[in-house]
Each structure stands twice: as C-alpha cells, then as structure tokens.
C-alpha cells in the first residue's frame, strides 16, 4: 500500500537517514530539483549509501533520477539500480519514447546485475502539457510503468497560469491523469501541496484528490505525512459497511438469489468491487472483522 510519498532531498544525510521513521508508506530520494549540478555526483553517491546501508523496516524506496534530456540520468541509474529501489521517478515525462528510453537503459542494467525482468518500477512524472496529452500513452508504453505521479508546480510554469492552493488550473490535468492511469490500469499518485503551515488546505487537498480516484499523494513535507495517510485509509465506518456488502453478497448466492438489497440499496457489481477494495486496504492496514 503506498498511501503517502515524501520527498528527501539526496543530499540531506540526517533528512535521508531518517527516511523510514517520518510515517510515510514511502520515501523518494531525490536526485533532481533538490540538488544543484555541482551537487549531483555527491548526492547520487550519498543516496546509494543510503539505500544500501540502511534499513528502512518496510518504507518503501523511490529514487526520483535527473530528466533524460540531461547528462545525469544513466549515472543516477547505475548507481542507485542495484539497492533495488521499488520505483524511478522519471521526471519531465512528455511522451511514450521518453518511458521506452529509461525503460531500455533499465533492462540493460537489471540484466547486468542478473535482476529478473521488471524487478524496478517507473513511474513516469507528468509536469508538463505535452506530458498530460500523452498521459495515456505513458501509462500503457512499457509493462515497467507502475504509476503515473502528477507534478503541478513545473506544468503551471508551462501551462503560464498561477498556482494557486484552490487548485483550479490543474484541474483537468487531474481528471485526465486519473482516467489515463486507471484506463492503463497502473496507480496514480497527487501533486504535493506546498503550504507545509496550512493543516488544514493539506487535508481539504488530499480529500479532493482521493475523490477524484488518485491511489495517494506526495507531500514535500513530514508534517502533511499523517494527513494524508488518513485521508486515503478507509475509515471504520467504510470497513464495515464493505463487510456487510460482502455478508448480503454471500447470502444471495447461498440462497440462489442474483440480487439483493442493503440498507435499501440494490448491491450491484460496482459495490462489491469497492468493498473488495476497502477489505484489501484494511487487511494491509491488519484491520479485521475482529478489530471492529
């Protein structure tokens, strides 16, 4: 379950060494924005050590590399590839060739450190319009791609519009990410919100976007961590009802009954899909019937 995603700057060690006790489902090492040119060779080295060094007691490891449109990104892959990192972030993601590109240099590795095929997952990040149009064809260019990760602040700087915390003008990309994501059957994770002091725009923020079908959401700050994984964690409330759900399911197939009601409300294919997702989440959160 990856409910939250906090970023860490790769050349931050007591930031990097503290990854794993900051509450989030997973952590991104981050190789791009947050570290000048200078930087980029200490940082990558200081990220593997990392990686390879610590442990991070079930927090999972993300690696967001430099863009391939520069020198960096090979050298960000080489080192950071045989800690096995669950995903590469690969920032600036605008078409399919993009994906194909990473994901050939990828394989190259893996199969050089006798990885199985696929063993590190991409996720593309979307931050640019020519990215969101292409959302579809990124998600579904390699069976590599796991998620496709919105990133509002550089694709309002190239859509030439304010961003604001109401969240307006990304509107549509949001929509079109989420149908993009789901169409290709690949997670999909939201944009951080970037006022670490507004407590509560964070959870107003989340809850839009959760609402709108996105798997998580990233955040730049450890004070949002908490938020969010409440946010996208079913509520009691949600576990028991999908346990009813299943209850009415199994009665009407015991008695032979191809539909049946709860609560005065016909259970239909959807309403069970939901339960069965609301149980799978509760299971990994080790929620049971018992727990109720």
């Given at each position: 379950m990856r409910r939250s995603m906090?970023?860490?700057?790769g050349?931050?060690?007591?930031?990097?060494?503290?990854?794993?006790?900051?509450?989030?489902?997973?952590?991104?090492?981050?190789?791009?924005?947050?570290?000048?040119p200078a930087e980029k060779d200490a940082a990558r080295i200081l990220v593997r050590n990392t990686m390879r060094d610590l442990d991070f007691r079930g927090c999972e490891t993300i690696v967001r590399i430099n863009s391939i449109d520069t020198p960096y990104w090979k050298r960000d892959l080489d080192e950071v590839l045989p800690q096995k990192p669950a995903l590469i972030l690969l920032p600036k993601t605008g078409c399919a060739a993009d994906v194909e590109a990473a994901d050939d240099y990828i394989?190259?590795?893996?199969?050089?450190?006798?990885?199985?095929?696929?063993?590190?997952?991409?996720?593309?990040?979307?931050?640019?319009?020519?990215?969101?149009?292409?959302?579809?064809?990124?998600?579904?260019?390699?069976?590599?791609?796991?998620?496709?990760?919105?990133?509002?602040?550089?694709?309002?700087?190239d859509l030439q519009c304010q961003r604001t915390k109401e969240g307006r003008e990304i509107d549509y990309a949001r929509h079109r990410l989420v149908v993009a994501a789901r169409a290709a059957n690949v997670a999909v994770y939201d944009t951080p919100f970037t006022d670490v002091n507004d407590d509560e725009g964070i959870r107003t923020d989340a809850a839009y976007a959760k609402a709108l079908g996105f798997t998580g959401k990233a955040a730049i700050s450890p004070r949002h961590v908490e938020v969010i994984n409440q946010v996208f964690s079913p509520t009691i409330k949600e576990i028991r009802y999908a346990f009813e759900v299943m209850d009415a399911i199994a009665l009407a197939k015991e008695?032979?009954?191809?539909?049946?009601?709860?609560?005065?409300?016909?259970?239909?294919?959807?309403?069970?899909?939901?339960a069965r997702q609301t149980l799978d989440m509760a299971r990994e959160l080790g929620i049971g019937r018992e727990d109720l």
């Open positions: 906090l970023f860490l700057p050349n931050t060690p007591n930031m990097l060494i503290n990854g794993s006790c900051l509450g989030a489902d997973a952590v991104i090492f981050d190789l791009e924005d947050a570290v000048a394989t190259l590795v893996e199969q050089r450190l006798g990885f199985a095929p696929n063993t590190v997952g991409l996720m593309p990040l979307i931050e640019t319009a020519l990215g969101v149009e292409n959302a579809f064809a990124i998600a579904s260019a390699r069976s590599r791609v796991a998620a496709l990760f919105l990133g509002a602040e550089d694709l309002t700087a008695q032979g009954r191809g539909a049946i009601a709860l609560h005065g409300k016909m259970i239909d294919a959807p309403i069970v899909a939901r």
